[in-house]
Nanobody, 126 residues
Framework: QVRLVESGGGLVQAGGSLRLSCTAS????????MGWFRQAPGQEREFVGA????????VFGDSVKGRFAISTDNDKNAMYLQMNSLKPEDTAAYYC???????????????????WGQGTQVTVSS
């Protein structure tokens, strides 16, 4: 029932910015914890950030804290990941995910999320 679609990835020079979008099924944002994860070739899936239902609280991984931000638009059923000061090590496939139940202390664990988008590739050149 929950559908997630990412968009906005691309090629960007180091120091630049991108904004990723995750469009969700109607009602998902109001009832789910929403997360962003990324995975580079040969690397483990890495937590990027998450937002609690209705966008009340956000949390970020250490590697992106201070550079990335998450926002939501309930009317558009969309979540956004604003990425600034991009570095080559940010290169990865980025995925949005939804957990339609409370996971207040497990935001970083990808196994807590039940629904996933197909991903969008972000490549940062040096």
């Amino acid at each position: 029932q929950v559908r997630l679609v990412e968009s906005g990835g691309g090629l960007v020079q180091a120091g630049g910015s991108l904004r990723l979008s995750c469009t969700a099924s109607e009602g998902t944002l109001s009832s789910s914890t929403m997360g962003w994860f990324r995975q580079a070739p040969g690397q483990e899936r890495e937590f990027v950030g998450a937002v609690t239902p209705r966008g009340r609280v956000t949390v970020f991984g250490d590697s992106v804290k201070g550079r990335f931000a998450i926002s939501t638009d309930n009317d558009k059923n969309a979540m956004y990941l604003q990425m600034n000061s991009l570095k080559p090590e940010d290169t990865a496939a980025y995925y949005c995910a939804a957990a339609p139940r409370p996971i207040p202390y497990a935001y970083r664990d990808f196994r807590q999320y039940d629904y996933w988008g197909q991903g969008t590739q972000v490549t940062v050149s040096s």
